[in-house]
């Protein structure tokens, strides 16, 4: 017997971001938070469930997968073939079309890509609310990145209310990200694990819900300005909550600031542009289609872009665009 399916998913950028978990099993949030998905930069992913294995294969970027990433992936795949009723050995590969783990939310694609394709190939039959909370397991960002779009991320303490879902908003036509890489090694995990632990971490949970609230009307309105001006802040306090931790993790480079000091001159020359970063020293900048050409010209002095639009949900792909 082998059940196959192939799933392909956009990665986010974290417009109100969550920060450390309450369930580090579960991977429930202790607040909401909510993103944009950015294309076309993505993750494909082909699975079988296979009897004639005698153990999973996991295969990410070309490479077997052990220690921790395996850990990660192996809970998404437990929990499916718990769901399923079934115990059958499963092959995974995936493979990303952009760089990983520099901030671009690549665990977000991969374990919304992962998600879809499990349970497909299970034949579970789910709702995509359903399906965002199975790749929550793997990564709490992914949940979003199976609905798409901009989305919401609910907190709960189950999976009847920690689950995703997409927020409708004009934005969506309107909005252009560059995305600029400053790769350099970040620690997302152990940041999450000590986000408590912060002396900031009480005042950024005082004024969290505000900001969801004020980032949902923002989108409803399709107030560019105020959606992204949002997102800009609250990476600053994302950062401040971070660096405030017992490890004192410092993800900016100088590249980083160069670029947001770029940004804020832009935005003095009248052009809408708002940095925003998720843990990692890499930048998103958002604009709009009028603006893009120039903002990606002046922020290509200082690290290599990327151009992106607002990203769909994630989706099956035909059998033809397997991986194997």
Known sequence: MQLKA?????????????????????????????????APSNTTTTVAFDDSLTEDQLVIDGEPVSGRAAERVTSVVDHVRELASIETPVRFESESSFPTNIGFGSSSSGFAAAAMALSTAAELDLSRAEISTIARRGSSSAARAVTGGFSQLYAGLNDADCHAEQLDSVLEDELRIIGCEVPAYKETEEAHKEAADSHMFE??????????????????????????????????????????????????????????????????????????????????????????????????????????????????????????
């Open 6 to 38: 192939t799933a392909r998913a956009h990665p986010i950028q974290g417009l109100v971001k969550y920060h450390g978990m309450r369930d580090p099993e579960l991977r429930l949030p202790y607040h909401d938070s909510i993103s944009v998905c950015t």
């Open 203 to 324: 005042a950024r949970m005082a004024h969290i819900h505000e900001q969801i609230v004020t980032m949902r009307d923002g989108l409803r309105r399709g107030d560019f300005d105020a959606v992204f001006e949002l997102a800009e802040h609250d990476s600053l306090s994302l950062a401040a909550t971070t660096m405030t931790g017992p490890a004192g993790w410092v993800y900016w480079q100088p590249t980083t600031l160069a670029i947001f000091e770029t940004v804020r001159s832009l935005r003095d020359d009248g052009v809408p542009a708002y940095f925003s970063t998720d843990t990692g020293a890499s930048v998103y900048v958002n604009t709009t289609a009028a603006h893009v050409d120039t903002v990606e010209s002046a922020l290509s002095e200082h690290a290599p872009t990327r151009r992106w639009q607002v990203g769909g949900p994630a989706k099956i792909l035909d059998s033809s665009q397997a991986l194997f």
